[in-house]
Nanobody, 114 residues
Framework: QVQLVESGGGLVQAGGSLRLSCAAS????????MGWYRQAPGKQRELVAFINSAGSTNYADSVKGRFTMSRDGAKNTVYLQMNSLKPEDTAVYLCTVFSDKRYWGQGTQVTVSS
């Protein structure tokens, strides 16, 4: 069983930045991949970014050039640095990992005001 705890969400003005963190309860180098999804009210959950076991990252077109995903093996933590935030980035951001199955965190709210 893997537990994921996200933090770092909040309210920010358009153009601002936030950094989300996701701490895993086990060594995440055992994971096939780790990622961030987001879900806005009335919309489907969408993939924002993910990193595979080799350390390669991929991003949704809507966040390329603005968001950066990274990881810290010593802390079993992944991060999502979000810059140049836009009101349309407002959503609950969820951390997920895939090992024997997919696990999800509880989510953290990001609100971007115009």
């Amino acid at each position: 069983q893997v537990q994921l705890v996200e933090s770092g969400g909040g309210l920010v003005q358009a153009g601002g930045s936030l950094r989300l963190s996701c701490a895993a309860s086990t060594n995440f180098f055992n994971f096939v991949s780790m990622g961030w999804y987001r879900q806005a009210p009335g919309k489907q959950r969408e993939l924002v970014a993910f990193i595979n076991s080799a350390g390669s990252t991929n991003y949704a077109d809507s966040v390329k050039g603005r968001f950066t995903m990274s990881r810290d093996g010593a802390k079993n933590t992944v991060y999502l640095q979000m810059n140049s935030l836009k009101p349309e980035d407002t959503a609950v951001y969820l951390c997920t990992v895939f090992s024997d199955k997919r696990y999800w965190g509880q989510g953290t709210q990001v609100t971007v005001s115009s």
